[in-house]
């Protein structure tokens, strides 16, 4: 028997993966890219007679490679937290899935494993821009041990943002086995030099972001226009997600330049109220995502105007 792990390249995918395997150690073959790849399930097609495990990947998203994955007699184990569509697979196939904007996969995982490794479940919220549910997971850690483990899932999770894999500074098929190392999140941070090298990364791509245009300022939301860098593409995800932080009322939109005719768009609900910003994607082409965080891979430039009107329309009830 052959064992194969799929997992999104983000905090969130790799951490919970690496909980996994933890409690269920296991040789086996890992598929993975940036944090936008997620029909990871195409390279699933050609495997047979073999068990698979996937991790933060939507179901809905893999729809024309799961029959292909099952008619060949795998066994698939599923943990993820965007809308899954059609779940019923037959007896080969199981999932754990929460959609509440509140959960992430690294909790699912938490709980399938009694909580044993609850260090790396916090990292993991906190990379998934989940700190209320970070802090409430802390089981006695100080301040200075939360921030240490905050500082691991937002590295961590800055380094899936990218078009393609060379955009990132380290692969993420190369961070999960370097992290897959480390029981400790500690000693991961402590000794790791492919953690250090991204988050020394990470704090100089931030310095350049001061450079932001605000387009569109409400008292619903912002739309904010990234200089147009590489470290723009690698700080998106983190950018987002501090400024919901700091102004938690609002709805966000980061957008990214892809080219002279198309945008990148990442979407922020309110944390005060999560949830549209998948409604939001998904009325424009290449859209999609959950009810608090979500995207559009290529906005034409000359749609700009419009989406601003239906982030309005959206964020405005």
């Known amino acids: 028997m052959k064992y194969y792990d799929f997992f999104n390249g983000d905090a969130d995918g790799i951490i919970s993966l690496h909980q996994y395997r933890l409690q269920f150690p296991q040789k086996s073959e890992v598929f993975t890219g940036v944090k936008r790849d997620v029909k990871l399930l195409r390279h699933a097609v050609d495997i047979k007679n073999s068990t698979l495990s996937v991790f933060d990947i939507s179901l809905l998203s893999n729809k024309d490679y799961i029959e292909s994955v099952l008619d060949n007699n795998n066994r698939v184990t599923w943990f993820d937290h965007h809308e899954p569509g059609e779940i019923n697979l037959g007896e080969n196939f199981s999932i754990r899935v929460d959609t509440d904007p509140n959960c992430c996969t690294n909790i699912l995982v938490d709980k399938y494993v009694d909580g044993l490794h609850r260090p790396w479940t916090i990292c993991g919220a906190y990379g998934d821009n989940l700190h209320e549910q970070a802090e409430k997971l802390n089981p006695c850690f100080n301040e200075m041990i939360m921030l240490e483990l905050k500082e691991i899932g937002e590295t961590l999770n800055y380094n899936g943002y990218g078009t393609e894999l060379s955009?990132?500074?380290?692969?993420?098929?190369?961070?999960?086995?370097?992290?897959?190392?480390?029981?400790?999140?500690?000693?991961?941070?402590?000794?790791?030099?492919?953690?250090n090298k991204i988050h020394t990364q990470m704090i100089s791509d931030k310095s350049e972001l001061s450079s932001s245009e605000i387009l569109h300022d409400t008292s619903t939301g912002k739309v904010i226009l990234l200089p147009d860098t590489k470290a723009s593409v690698r700080y998106s995800g983190i950018y987002s997600n501090q400024q919901t932080t700091d102004d938690p009322d609002k709805a966000f939109v980061i957008l990214t330049s892809i080219d002279e005719e198309n945008y990148r768009v990442s979407i922020r609900s309110p944390k005060t109220n999560p949830y549209g910003a998948s409604k939001l994607a998904l009325q424009f082409p290449?859209?999609?995502?959950?009810?608090k965080a979500a995207g559009v891979n290529e906005l034409p430039k000359s749609e700009l105007n419009k989406f601003i009107e239906k982030f309005e329309e959206e964020y405005r009830k």
């Open 286 to 291: 290449t859209g999609g995502g959950r009810e």
């Open 167 to 195: 955009d990132l500074t380290v692969d993420p098929k190369e961070v999960y086995l370097d992290l897959h190392q480390y029981i400790s999140p500690f000693q991961y941070r402590k000794k790791s030099e492919i953690y």
